[in-house]
């Protein structure tokens, strides 16, 4: 090299070494073992020096108990991959080649999460939090602790059949004056004191837009009033009612009112209801039917004494001396009070300052109040009663469960959460061709945004699904945000965001959100009424839609001769046979049933004046707009376009 040193071969000493230990001699009194020089230092010694025999010891496998993967409700794909120590990309592909499609931050289910571990040879243990210790009793009641409840009682029917009047009636009350135009819009629940003992009444709507209310309302009951108007007799939503009473296996017992009205006939009602398998006792069947009148309070005390003998039949039983257990009947937003739940007990006995969980949402009761508006501080089972002190509008139809202490409440609602959170993560959405087309750009479907806010849970439940349900291939309803409570500054924003339009429903809005509304330009409807707002919004998506273009038929005329004219071309000498024909309408040219041609008149002319029609019987001159190929015997056939409005 330039400075004198010698340039050796790179890799020399590395063979050299390599022999020697192969050969199993020492080097200067170190020992060579597993291809490690020892004894010398300096640079065989060297800090990290790798293995130098080929036949090295690989390194020990991880311990059984090191090989696996922590599981808590839900695990992302990268957090899996670090705890293996493997590239994400390999959990990747071995999904891919399962047939799951994920991406590194796809959060995994326990099975598919099992399944995967699996093939690296781990082993998934599932760490969650199990609400159900907690929440499920570890033994089962005792026979001594069990007492006499009242029951539960949902007076179902069709709408305007006197649900709520029957109901009125019974409690002497006044109910359906605050609803509006009659109709029952939320599930009322009711403590009733009679003579021969207490009743907790549920009345549930009876409009067809209020299905799943019905349906909860048969869920948490005991007995089924189903009312039905001697005048009017078996409808659409009292087939329904007893399809949910049926699917809930409840007994029905029959209340059939306004048998004071003209055109009243019982006898009607039971015939139709023996169809639908509600066979009465009179006629050999096992059903009790009850004559009624709620507006002149005729047959009430019979009504209710069957109630009280069918519920003795059912032995209705629950266990008072434990934490209560029972459902959310209908939850709203109330501005004085926050989130209000109304709550059936099912079992045990609620207290004032008892902590609760229902759904994603926890609480602790601050005040109770029963079904007349009057404060208490404890209530036992079947009895409904009104909760506040949730920290957010809970879902109605939810389980609601006392338990222990706060955090245990916390606890669970968090991770109830969680899991929501993460099934809505992990969902994963198949396109399909249908869906890929939907998603175009140059799409024509059109989509009205609303923002929707309702008083109850309930209602909003029944009008969101009302309103979905009139979404077509070309108009689709997108609900923005909908929720319980009144119109907000924040919802107005939102709809001006997404040019949406504000819908309340049984709400009205304070000045300043008006002025931010007028502001903004949004516009707000109000409603009272589910089948107004249903009406108008349908009135709205039809609007939208492109109308359709109709053909109307003018008349016919036949080709006799043929004149050629200079600078016009070719003009039919035409006897009309049909119809008429008018200047500057749409023609065809028939010849032999074929058409040749597709266009408008452009002169039209009797004898030698212009005219602007000419009826059947007559003769006229036609030219036909950029087309000269006209022949005896051809047929031309006028007609004219128009735009007809659609409907949904």
């Known amino acids: 090299m330039a400075d004198g040193r010698s340039k050796k071969k790179k890799g020399k000493k590395d063979r050299r070494v390599v022999e020697f230990a192969a050969s199993g001699k020492t080097d200067r009194g170190g020992q060579f073992n597993d291809g490690f020089p020892q004894g010398r230092k300096g640079r065989k010694g060297r800090k990290g020096q790798k293995p130098l025999l080929p036949d090295q010891k690989q390194a020990q496998p991880m311990k059984a108990a090191k090989r696996k993967i922590r599981f808590d409700e839900a695990i992302r794909l990268a957090d899996m991959a670090h705890q293996m120590g493997v590239k994400a990309q390999d959990l990747i592909k071995t999904l891919f080649g399962m047939g799951v499609m994920a991406t590194i931050n796809q959060a995994l289910d326990l099975d598919t999460a099992s399944l995967l571990a699996t093939e690296f040879d781990y082993e998934v243990e599932n760490i969650s939090f199990d609400e159900q210790e907690f929440l499920v009793p570890t033994e089962a009641d005792k026979a001594e602790d069990l007492v006499p409840r009242p029951p539960v009682v949902t007076i179902m029917g069709h709408v305007d059949h006197g649900k709520t009047s029957l109901l009125d009636a019974i409690r002497l009350s006044n109910v359906t004056d605050g609803e509006a135009g009659g109709i029952t819009q939320h599930i009322g629940a009711y403590h009733v004191n009679t003579n021969r003992g207490e009743i907790v009444f549920l009345d549930t709507p009876g409009h067809e837009a209020f299905t799943t209310m019905r349906m909860r309302g048969a869920q948490v009951t005991d007995i089924v009033i189903l009312v039905v108007a001697a005048d009017d007799g078996v409808m659409d939503q009292t087939r329904e009612a007893i399809s949910h009473s049926r699917a809930a296996g409840v007994p029905i017992v029959v209340a059939v009112?306004?048998?004071?009205?003209?055109?009243?006939?019982?006898?009607?009602?039971?015939?139709?209801?023996?169809?639908l398998g509600l066979l009465a006792e009179e006629w050999g069947g096992e059903t009790i039917f009850a004559h009624v009148s709620a507006k002149m309070k005729t047959g009430l005390d019979e009504l209710l004494e069957m109630i009280l003998l069918q519920a003795e039949v059912l032995e209705l039983k629950a266990n008072p001396n434990k934490h209560a257990r029972g459902h959310i009947v209908e939850a709203k937003l109330d501005k004085g009070r926050g989130p209000v739940g109304t709550m059936l007990i099912a079992e045990g006995t609620i207290n004032q300052g008892d902590s609760f969980v229902s759904g994603i949402h926890f609480g602790k009761v601050r005040a109770?109040?029963?079904?007349?508006?009057?404060?208490?501080?404890?209530?036992?089972?079947?009895?409904?009663?009104?909760?506040?002190?949730?920290?957010?509008?809970?879902?109605?139809?939810?389980?609601?469960?006392v338990v222990d202490d706060e955090k245990v409440a916390r606890r669970i609602a968090q991770s109830r959460a969680m899991k929501q959170r993460e099934k809505v993560?992990?969902?994963?959405?198949?396109v399909t061709l249908e869906?890929?087309?939907?998603?175009?750009?140059?799409?024509?479907?059109?989509?009205?945004?609303?923002?929707?806010?309702?008083?109850?849970?309930?209602?909003?439940?029944?009008?969101?699904?009302?309103l979905n349900k009139l979404s077509t291939d070309e108009v689709k309803i997108n609900v923005v945000h909908g929720g319980a409570g009144a119109i907000t500054e924040s919802d107005i924003l939102l709809a001006s965001a997404s040019e949406a339009i504000a819908i309340g429903f049984n709400v009205r809005p304070n000045l300043k959100v008006k002025e931010i509304a007028e502001r903004e330009g949004v516009e707000v409807r109000f409603y009272d009424i589910i089948y107004k707002l249903v009406n108008e919004v349908k009135d709205a998506m039809s609007g939208m839609l492109a109308p359709?273009?109709?053909?109307?038929?003018?008349?016919?005329?036949?080709?006799?001769?043929?004149?050629?004219?200079?600078k016009v071309g070719t003009v039919a000498g035409s006897f009309v046979a049909d119809g008429k024909i008018t200047r500057n309408c749409k023609v065809r040219l028939l010849r032999g049933g074929v058409v040749i041609y597709t266009g408008s008149v452009s002169s039209l002319r009797r004898i030698k004046d212009d005219v602007k029609e000419v009826a059947k019987g007559f003769e006229c001159?036609?030219?036909?707009?950029?087309?000269?190929?006209?022949?005896?015997?051809?047929v031309i056939e006028a007609f004219e376009t128009k735009e007809v409005a659609r409907t949904i």
Not at 425 to 430: A, F, H, V
Not at 621 to 634: E, Q, S, T
């Open 435 to 466: 869906s890929f087309l939907a998603s175009r750009p140059d799409s024509e479907a059109q989509t009205l945004n609303l923002v929707l806010k309702a008083d109850v849970q309930g209602s909003l439940e029944a009008v969101t699904e009302a």
């Open 368 to 401: 109770m109040f029963d079904d007349q508006g009057k404060k208490i501080k404890t209530a036992g089972p079947a009895i409904p009663v009104e909760i506040q002190g949730f920290d957010g509008v809970p879902e109605a139809g939810d389980e609601f469960f």
């Open 548 to 566: 359709d273009i109709e053909e109307v038929y003018l008349g016919q005329a036949e080709v006799r001769d043929t004149f050629s004219v200079p």
């Open 257 to 275: 009112n306004k048998i004071d009205k003209e055109g009243a006939n019982p006898d009607n009602v039971k015939r139709e209801l023996a169809d």
């Open 425 to 430: 993560l992990s969902s994963k959405t198949k």
């Open 621 to 634: 001159g036609m030219g036909l707009d950029k087309f000269n190929d006209i022949k005896v015997g051809d």
